[in-house]
């Protein structure tokens, strides 16, 4: 194959392992915004993407009043990270985008690596599903059950594994293989 | 290959931070409701005509379809009510504050919540004084703040000015039309 990085020109594999470094960072704040934002566990995230429009009611027949007193103490309560609709599709609209660039630039660095090609094909199709997984695990939380809040979980972790993996594997095709010009 | 540089340039700069806390809540209902020392939330769930007819007049429909209202009292005398309103913009929302006089009037405007990249906008807006020219609004009035404010502040600011602007018209819109007309 004539694109092959454990052969290709020390400035080509100066660039991935710089793309693959910055990404890694990214990925790194990318973990811990998550574990601000929404959590790693499906309650939290279904707390963040369900919200109260699972159990939102039709609109009253007239409009009604319901009171209840408050304490301070209740307006300092920590405040649950909730993306609504509208939220979400603007998250869906900017997000999926640059994880469609994010996969491709990943792929484009699989296809240089020494692999089985089912095994290429199998990590390029994981660094696609991940987001999908991701946003379908979303919305499905939102419209159908807080019970897909597993499938976000696992498109993020997949994701963070896929990019592991290419990681581990262009570094030490790249630069610590015997076979490596 | 220009347009993936191209198409990542994009989705970066319309890439949406996230939110932060301006000021605590606590902090805004202290400030809005000078004085108080007891609390009621008034959740006013609107009917389906009512949501339209609020949606019709400020283009917004509140989240779930209630309104929330914190009325706040001094032993028994009413020091006012306020609102917590959210605007979505491109940038992410903003949640902005709004507190009543007992008589009705805007006592005061906090910017509670704006997103990583609109806080330096918000503080520029507010440093230039934007909410204190909503002050004595009443509703009916449209806030017009951010057209107050545009000669002292940036292009940036006077965009979010003008989703402040957005917000306190909501809230306006609701407390004019809901806080006193239905009954608990």
Known sequence: ?181 | MNFLIRAAVIAALFHITPVVVLVKRPDAVQALLPGADAYVAREVHLSGTDAHRLHEAVDWSPEDGVLVFYAGSAGSTSVGALEFVRVDTPHGPIEVAVGFTPQGTVRGVVATKATVEMKPWVLEAVAAGLTDHYRGLKPGDAPAAAARIASRVGNLAEYVAQEVDKGVARALAAYGAFYNHVRA
Do not use: N
């Open chain 1, 1 to 181: 194959m004539l694109y092959d990085l454990r052969r290709a020109d020390v400035r080509i594999k100066w660039l991935v392992t710089g793309l693959l470094a910055t990404l890694g960072l990214s990925y790194l704040f990318g973990a811990v915004m998550v574990a601000l934002y929404a959590g790693f566990t499906p309650r939290s995230v279904a707390a963040t993407y369900a919200g109260p429009e699972m159990s939102m009611a039709m609109p009253p027949e007239t409009t009604v009043v319901v009171q209840r007193p408050m304490s301070m103490a209740d307006f300092a309560k920590r405040e649950v990270h909730t993306v609504d609709a509208k939220l979400l599709i603007q998250d869906t609209h900017v997000h999926v985008p640059m994880y469609g660039l994010i996969a491709a630039a990943l792929g484009v660095v699989v296809a240089g690596l020494s692999l089985p090609r089912r095994w290429a094909l199998g990590l390029i199709a994981l660094l696609f599903a991940a987001p999908w997984l991701d946003f379908a695990g979303m919305w499905l939380t939102k419209l159908a059950s807080p019970r897909f809040a597993i499938v976000t979980l696992a498109g993020g972790w997949a994701m963070g594994v896929a990019f592991l993996i290419v990681a581990t594997l262009a570094v030490h095709q790249m630069w610590l293989s015997r076979e490596r010009d």
